[in-house]
């Protein structure tokens, strides 16, 4: 029997056989029958809500899915045992309730369970797991943007160095969804620039992982973008008369600086489009000089204070679109 019949055939019950401060008296006696026709449509349409929570079950993980069914249900129950003690008890002598002192009827009541920590999923490269910064376990900016705000959810942190899109797909995408994640960052784009991916290559990949990440809509996915490569030390010491020598020039070979800004901007209107057709958040690094000045002794992955303000971009954006 589907959930629906079943709580028509509920619903069905309790108005037809219902008792009132256990008078047990009949409907057909006089009993205040609009308080039982108020329960039996209460009873008809929670259950399409019920059935909405029961159909998500294969959408947001079984056993999530199936407590909030629970709940549901045990609302529904104290709505309906609700309305019936409020019929009983409404002045009702006109409609044949029997006469005295009205019944003192309690309601049962139900404890309403916590609600489930939110799950928020980090996917990314070396920045992502904490390359940089002095104590990555605590001060990568996932873990930042963690502590600052969303406190109270569980981090997955699936970044890995070195990776690219492509490789997030088969390596960082299972284990993402497997969190079953509320909110989902993405900081993925230098490595596959640097190795020279195809930007719309590199498009299709990123709006895939995006897509599979966003799900039906209910997972917030940010998405960070490509920051100003040609201000960072690590590319600016190859670069004759820069000045720099903090650290040395590692490039086999040097792009103009007008190169590295064309490819900048390929692969950030690739993402453009992509946050655009998945349904979610721009966390926009480029033009961010700062950044550029807040490096590690590498000159290249952000320092403490660096993760410290990549985690500040993301919770901007959090903060205009907050999960749940």
Known sequence: MSFSAQNARTSRSIAGRSTCGGSGVYPDSGVYPDSLTVASLAFTLASDLVVQTHGRVAQRGRSRALRSLDEVRTTVLALASALLVAGCTAPGGAQGRPTGNPPTTTA???????AEPLVYAAVGASETVGVGADD????????????????????????????TVRGALSGQLPQALAAEPDVVTVWLAVNDLVAGVPADLYERELGRLVGALSGDGEVEVLVGNVPDLWRLPVYRACLPGSGVTEVPCLLPSVPSVNQVRVLVGDFNAAIDRVVSSQGARLVDLSGRRQLAGLTAGDGFHPSTAGHREVAAAFQRVLERYPPG
């Open 108 to 114: 049962p009541t139900t404890a309403t369970q916590p």
């Open 136 to 163: 990555p376990q605590r001060e990568a900016w996932p873990q930042v943007l963690h502590d600052t705000s969303l406190p109270s959810s569980t981090l997955v942190n699936v970044g890995a160095s070195g990776a």
